[in-house]
């Protein structure tokens, strides 16, 4: 079956500009992650949503990070005025049920290059 | 000091050895143990998951915890060219994946 997927594989973009970043999950998947992986750090939580439940925006950097989820399908990630310490690979995950320690199922990423 | 530290390597060995990779870690309150492997361009895939101390295998694959010294580590026994891969710890001290501490990886290479 399919697994997570996430596009644009790649992105660069100038410094300021907002960029737009989908994931698909595996479908009956209710719970949904976005991460951020950047060089030399760890990963970092963003934000959670589960079902139709208020997201979980406590890893969010600041405001000019946002998510959506219509659902239990797609979500996109949007980051308003790019900045370059935005440059990281943004990873979608997502998993089965309410356990909130489900296996996570990752997508492949985004590569954000912002110059 | 970071909470989890882990040798970025890269660490590289011949085909059939047996690796070791290993996180110290600085909370003793973490509970909650595990290991992804990621493969270049790729999202972390769990490998192994481990509750509180003592070890777990799968396969060529041994988790242990040594929570005594804050240390844990990930034995693959009989390493193949297709283990190469970025290894990951993460942990932490309540069973939820958004509360987890990730290292920053080891990155190994298994030469045929």
């Known amino acids: 079956g399919a697994g997570v997927s996430q596009s644009p594989s790649n992105k660069v973009t100038e410094k300021g500009k907002d960029v737009e970043l989908r994931c698909d999950p595996i479908s009956g998947h209710t719970a949904l992650y976005w991460y951020r992986q950047r060089l030399g750090q760890g990963l970092e939580f963003l934000i959670y949503?589960?079902?139709?439940?208020?997201?979980?925006k406590s890893g969010l950097p600041s405001d000019r990070f946002s998510a959506e989820r219509t659902g239990e399908s797609v979500s996109t990630l949007t980051i308003q005025r790019t900045q370059q310490e935005d440059s990281a690979v943004y990873l979608c995950?997502?998993?089965?049920?309410?356990?909130?320690?489900?296996?996570?199922?990752f997508g492949p990423g985004t590569r954000l290059t912002v110059l | 000091q970071k909470e989890v530290e882990q040798d970025p390597g890269p660490l590289s060995v011949p085909e059939g050895a047996i690796v070791s990779l290993n996180c110290t870690y600085s909370n003793s309150a973490f509970q909650y143990f595990m290991w992804y492997r990621q493969y270049s361009r790729k999202g972390p895939e769990l490998l192994m998951y481990?509750?509180s101390s003592g070890n777990k295998e799968d396969g060529r694959f041994t988790a242990q915890v040594d929570k005594s010294s804050k240390y844990i580590s990930l034995f693959i026994r009989d390493s193949q060219p297709s283990d190469s891969a970025t290894y990951l710890c993460?942990?932490?001290?309540?069973?939820?994946?958004?509360?987890?501490?990730w290292g920053l990886g080891t990155s190994l290479a298994v030469n045929p």
């Open positions: 993460a942990m932490s001290l309540t069973g939820n994946n958004r509360k987890l501490i």
């Open positions: 481990t509750y």
């Open positions: 995950a997502s998993s089965l049920g309410r356990n909130p320690l489900a296996e996570q199922f």
């Open positions: 949503f589960q079902g139709n439940s208020a997201p979980d």
